[in-house]
């Protein structure tokens, strides 16, 4: 029997190896699309600052959703991937965070899962009232954790998105 598995392969570790095999095909696969989708994501925000002359923008990896700045005429632009639009700052009515969430154990939202977060902002447009710039969605399961540091960030950034449109709003509404 000794010298059957000398010369032949164990099941087990055949098996082992197949696993692992599978395993590392299947995270290159997923690496590859997620270096597709980024490498797409950043030529489509390249042309869009050379097309538009923008000086500052934020564009989602998820749908291409964007909100852009161009300081120099007081122009906000925003685009869902499909569509976008320049209104200068005084169009501008209000931004906010939007966060969806899987309530923890404890009953507080607070402490829970973040399973969506956007930034809608809000536009004197009667077509297209508000965009919206999707920075997470989580489709399975409870979301990510609100208290990790990859979270948190999203939340910083999500904040700091809204207060630039805020002061767009406030230079727009200046004399």
């Given at each position: 029997?000794?010298?059957a598995r000398?010369?032949?392969?164990?099941?087990?570790?055949?098996?082992?190896t197949l696993l692992v095999l599978g395993l590392l095909v299947t995270l290159s696969a997923?690496?590859?699309?997620?270096n597709r989708r980024t490498k797409a994501v950043e030529a489509f925000a390249a042309d869009l600052r050379e097309r538009r002359s923008l000086e500052a923008m934020y564009v989602s990896k998820l749908d291409r959703s964007f909100i852009a700045f161009r300081f120099s005429d007081r122009t906000l632009?925003?685009?869902?991937?499909a569509e976008e639009r320049e209104y200068p700052f005084a169009a501008v009515t209000g931004?906010?965070?939007e966060v969806a969430r899987?309530?923890?154990?404890?009953?507080?939202?607070e402490d829970g899962w973040i399973k969506q977060l956007a930034v809608r902002v809000w536009v004197d447009d009667p077509d297209r009232p508000s965009w919206?710039?999707?920075i997470l969605d989580w489709p399975r399961g409870k979301g990510l954790p609100a208290d990790v540091p990859g979270t948190m960030a999203m939340m910083d950034q999500a904040e700091r998105i809204v207060a630039q449109v805020?002061?767009?709003?406030?230079?727009?509404?200046?004399?």
């Open positions: 029997m000794a010298a000398r010369g032949g392969s164990d099941p087990v570790t055949a098996l082992l997923a690496a590859v699309r997620r632009v925003l685009g869902d991937g931004a906010t965070v899987t309530p923890a154990k404890s009953g507080k939202d919206a710039y999707r805020e002061d767009a709003k406030r230079v727009g509404q200046a004399p």
